[in-house]
C-alpha cells in the first residue's frame, strides 16, 4: 500500500513539474501606469492578440501614429488591441510629461488606442515590461533589443510574446495585418 502511494505521489508530482516547465510566460503577470495615472492591467487582454509598440513624439517614424490608430479602429472589435509605450531613449525624441504626450497624440493623431506611462525600454532603467519582452528568459520566446522608437512586439491571445518588428516595418505591413487576421 505505501508503494502505491509512493508512486502515485510521485507521478502526480512530476507531472505537475512537467506541465509547469511546458507553460510559456506571459504578459498577463504585468500591471503599469496609462497616461491619466490609472492602473492597466495586461490581464483584461486575455484572448486579445496585442501589438505593444514604444513611441516618441519628436522621431521620423511618429507618423505611424496614423496607422497604428487606423489598424486599431479596424480591428479593436475583432479582438486586437496596440498599447503604446512612450519612452524617451532615442535621441531624446520623447522629451515631454506624460500629460504633454497624451495631448500630442489626440490633437495630431486622434489616438484612442491605450498609451501607458513614459518608460526606459533599454538600458539599466529598463521596465519591467520591456525586460520581459527583450528576454529570453523571462518570456520564453527569444531576446531582441529595441533598436529603435515603433519597434512592435507582437503577442498572441494567450499572451505570449511571438514576433518582433523594427520600426521601419508599418503597422500595415501585410505580415501584422495577415497576422491579425490569422
Known amino acids: 500500500m ?27 503577470q504585468f500591471k503599469v501606469e496609462d497616461l491619466s495615472g490609472d492602473i492597466f492591467d495586461f490581464a483584461s487582454l486575455k484572448g486579445k492578440k496585442v501589438m505593444i509598440v514604444n513611441t516618441a513624439s519628436k522621431c521620423g517614424f511618429t507618423p ?7 489598424l486599431y479602429k479596424e480591428y479593436k472589435d475583432k479582438g486586437f488591441v496596440i498599447v503604446g509605450f512612450p519612452a524617451n531613449n532615442f535621441g531624446g525624441q520623447e522629451p515631454g510629461t506624460n500629460e504633454e504626450i497624451a495631448t500630442f497624440c489626440k490633437l495630431n493623431y486622434g489616438v484612442t488606442f491605450p498609451m501607458m506611462d513614459k518608460v526606459s ?7 519591467d515590461i520591456y525586460q520581459f519582452l527583450t528576454q529570453k528568459d523571462k518570456n520564453g520566446v527569444m531576446d531582441s533589443q529595441v533598436k529603435w522608437n ?7 491571445e494567450k499572451g505570449e510574446l511571438e514576433q518582433v518588428y523594427l520600426s521601419k516595418v508599418t503597422p500595415m505591413d501585410d505580415k501584422i495585418v495577415n497576422w491579425i487576421k490569422g
Not at 4 to 20: A, E, N, P, R, Y
Not at 121 to 127: E, I, L, Q, S
Open 150 to 156: 515603433f519597434q512592435k512586439y507582437l503577442i498572441n
Open 121 to 127: 525600454v533599454k538600458g539599466d532603467d529598463m521596465c
Open 64 to 70: 505611424q501614429y496614423e496607422q497604428l490608430e487606423a
Open 2 to 28: 505505501k508503494k502505491i502511494l509512493f508512486l502515485s505521489v510521485t507521478l502526480l508530482l512530476l507531472f505537475g513539474i512537467k506541465s509547469q516547465a511546458q507553460t510559456k510566460p506571459t504578459i498577463y
